[in-house]
């Protein structure tokens, strides 16, 4: 038997339980990894609320959590590229946040030995989030690129990616994030009442593109500033898609281990800073999202499973 995270009904936190399951076994071409981190993620909670019943329905019992990095326990027939031992991360939809998850041999990116298992539990989620997202506006060198809640899980991520590829990044955040901002590089701007505002007196010659990581009408204040419908992403307001026609795209357009990977590498030598909020140990799950729900956190929340 091994430990798992499950829920058997829709709610808060408080249907989270740490339960005994049945220790996967690797079939033809899988591995078990016997995880190490597995990242919270705010979406997480709408699954288990229910309020994605109809686009993502539960199966009671439910696992909870996607990306995860930890240790190759097992390997299954057929198998060349892992060997017990490997160090690897990746994403295994509602399954993570266990001590054992299977997974296709393929479905695996190699953990660099100078990258942290926190950090790296966070690279196939909200990395790649934050890759499909800084990808889907294409920022250029010297243009100017506002990213939302830069500081958090997400927009951590898309900020220095922007950065990267030589853009000037405004980051909106809360004045308790102002410092950590400008050490990565990233300006900051305080969200809320008057964002337009403040954007114009820093981008009096305007912004080119916008990554929206947290909804609240950040894309109505891109539109506002003039910044094409096509160089806005959201990973966060399905109605501004609808409504205005910007993109939203998102882990599902990053879901390649060659791309986790790449990105795996960037946090290893340095170029991109994941900063951890908290990790907690498993049995802890439910503070670990009550936090997260406030969702006004520096980076990234993980459970360390072991």
């Known amino acids: 038997m091994a430990r798992a995270v499950r829920f058997s009904r829709y709610g808060g936190p408080e249907v989270l339980e740490v339960v005994d399951v049945p220790r996967p076994a690797a079939g033809a071409g ?41 240790t190759v326990a097992e390997v299954g027939a057929g198998v060349t590229g892992s060997a017990v031992g490997d160090e690897v991360l990746g994403f295994s939809p509602r399954r993570a946040q266990a001590e054992f998850v299977v997974v296709d041999a393929d479905r695996l990116a190699a953990k660099p030995a100078g990258l942290g298992w926190e950090a790296a539990a ?51 955040a809360g004045d308790g994030n102002a410092d950590f901002l400008r050490s990565i590089g990233v300006e900051p701007v ?20 916008f990554v929206d990581t947290f909804g609240s009408g950040n894309v109505d204040v891109a539109i506002a500033l003039g910044v094409r419908p096509a160089r806005v992403n959201t990973t966060a307001d399905g109605r501004a898609v609808q409504r205005y026609g910007v993109r939203s795209q998102a882990q599902e357009q990053a879901d ?50 072991r």
Do not use: C
């Not at 506002?146 to 853009?167: E, H």
């Not at 009442?193 to 593109?209: F, I, S, T």
């Open 122 to 172: 966070s690279i196939a989620g909200a990395g790649a989030t934050a890759w499909a997202a800084v990808e889907a506006v294409r920022p250029r060198a010297g243009e100017t690129v506002v990213v939302s809640a830069a500081a958090g899980g997400v927009g951590v991520f898309a900020a220095q990616l922007a950065g990267l590829r030589g853009a000037r990044v405004i980051g909106t």
């Open 256 to 305: 390649e281990p060659a791309i986790w990977r790449r990105l795996a590498e960037l946090v290893a030598a340095g170029d991109v800073v994941v900063p951890i909020a908290s990790s907690h140990p498993m049995d802890e799950v439910v503070q670990a999202y009550r936090e997260l729900a406030g969702r006004h956190v520096t980076g990234k929340r993980v459970l360390r499973i």
């Open 30 to 70: 899988q591995v078990v990894v016997a995880v190490v981190a597995a990242a919270l993620n705010p979406g997480e909670i709408g699954i288990r609320e229910g309020v994605f019943a109809e686009l993502w329905p539960a199966t009671f019992p439910e696992g909870q959590g996607n990306d995860f990095a930890g």
């Open 190 to 209: 305080r969200y809320g009442d008057g964002l337009a505002e403040r954007l114009r007196a820093l981008a009096p010659e305007g912004v080119d593109a």
